[in-house]
């Protein structure tokens, strides 16, 4: 699976972009950009990224919308 693929199948999971950026330790616009492939992903990143799936978003209140580019 690619980061890509990561962020998408963590969106159609109710993650939110912010939620993942958050998680990731990286900014929205970030993973934004590996969303919408327009940014070659670290290794580490995409590491972190991958981790995520399977993962239950975070129960908070502070959640933004998913903002497509």
Sequence with gaps: MTPKAAVQ???DAH???HQIA???GV???TINRIRNGVLSV???TGFRILQLVGRQPPANNDKQP???A
Excluded: T
Aim: hydrophobic residues 40%; aromatic residues 12%; charged residues 15%.
């Design 22 to 24: 958050q998680a990731v």
């Design 42 to 44: 670290s290794y580490d």
């Design 66 to 68: 998913n903002q497509a």
């Design 27 to 29: 900014n929205r616009s």
């Design 9 to 11: 199948a963590l969106i």
């Design 15 to 17: 993650w939110n972009e």
